[in-house]
């Protein structure tokens, strides 16, 4: 596993759910669904920085099978161009992800009507990108034209517009002590590893092991097992996985409060939409978001999802390696959350799925034999949460605040307007289905990265 480079289909240990279990005696009504943007390109200083060290490999060790093989691969499938879009495999995922919601809520989106869905992303095009796929694959099971894609990244990037917590974790190097204390520990340990399995001297820094991990995330997400596979021995792999499991646990899930309490408008504005279909003021079945991994953890961990009964640590590695926060099956590209609202015999409920299948949310909720929670109780457990305010949790400026995009009702209740990308079905440069990727006309250069923090390379390795 790859931590947050794992792809979809591979996060699933027995597999992606072929059949979505429907609740007898209950009607879907509405679905609200977070999707993290499908597998992607490692960013441009990524890719860099391995060109660089492969280089220096090719140099030292000219005769090395594995070292030219690594070469050969990565020349191949990686291309500077590409930096940070969505790849074909991810174009792939949303696609089949779209199938299937349209097949498992067929009953639900049949008869849609005009401003009955709603479809938000981030800015970037990875995002937005995902969400054009998504309705592509929808609209081969229900005849669907496309939707206005509404970008919003005050609602889906909120870890760049919170004052609060780019202050106290993003530029305060001991917020993130646990992974740095780790990795300290750890990279020598790893090299040794790594020389053992691939016969010659490895001295990678920290970050350029995270890097090369990163990249063979990414080859066995394009192109299945390769040299890259080889690479890292399994408990290298497992240390690596670990320093990205801490690095997301205090940047964006338990490790602070600040992490996870950011996402609190964007959560409140699923039981916004949920009060008003109720209450019959805007009756949209469907509400889909697209976004990052940044967006989805501290999602998941507001509503107490993969909560460990211990935090993690520096110096508890071995009693963690059952752990539940483990980015790999939770924050995969393409994972995603879904609250989907029930109509059983005029009494509302909500079902939560994670990656297409129901799971049970912390106590004190109680469900029924079929994951089903009382609507009034699932509200009333977070209602803690739904009394908390962006603007006062993010500490933001009177004079920002006012001026940002961010409006309550703008934000909840806006459905059509000037959006601003134009959806397209065919964004991402390669074929979806079939054939094999055409090579980048721009060939690899030879120059090096520059110089990055650990906590960059880190962010880079999982957006």
Known sequence: MYA????????????IPKKFEKPGGCRPVQVIALY?????????????????????????????????SMKEVFDREFHFSED???????????????????????????NCKAGELLFKSSSTERAFDSCSYFQEGFSKVIPFEGSTTITDDFLLRFFDKCSNYITSIKKDKLALKECEDFQKNSYQEINRLMEKKLNFKVDLKRKEQLVMFSIAGCAYAFVGDTVWSTIFP???????????????????????????????????????????????RLKLKGVFYFAHAETLLPVMCLMGLFKDDEPLRHDNYERMRTRLFRTSFICSFAANIMIVLYDCNKIYKVQVLHNEKAIRLPPPLQPDDKLLYSYSDFKNHYKDVLNRKFNDVCRLEESKSSSSSFSEEMSFSTISGTPSKSQSFSRVSKETTGGSEQSSQSQHDSSSSRSVSLDETISNFSR
């Open 4 to 15: 947050t480079k794992t792809t979809y289909q591979n996060s699933f240990k027995n597999g």
């Open 36 to 68: 993290r943007h499908g597998t992607r390109f490692p960013s441009l200083k990524n890719m860099k920085t391995v060109d660089r060290l492969l280089t220096e490999f090719v140099e030292d060790y000219p005769n090395n099978v594995t070292v030219r």
């Open 84 to 110: 940070n879009e969505l790849s074909r495999g991810g174009a792939r995922e949303l696609i089949d992800i779209g199938k299937r919601v349209a097949t498992n809520f067929n009953q639900l989106f049949k």
């Open 234 to 280: 399994e408990e290298a792999r497992s240390m690596l996985e670990y320093s990205i499991d801490l690095k997301k646990y205090y940047d964006s899930g338990y490790g602070h409060e600040i992490s996870s309490l950011q996402s609190c408008h964007l959560f409140s504005t699923f039981f916004r939409h949920i009060d008003s279909f109720i209450e019959n």
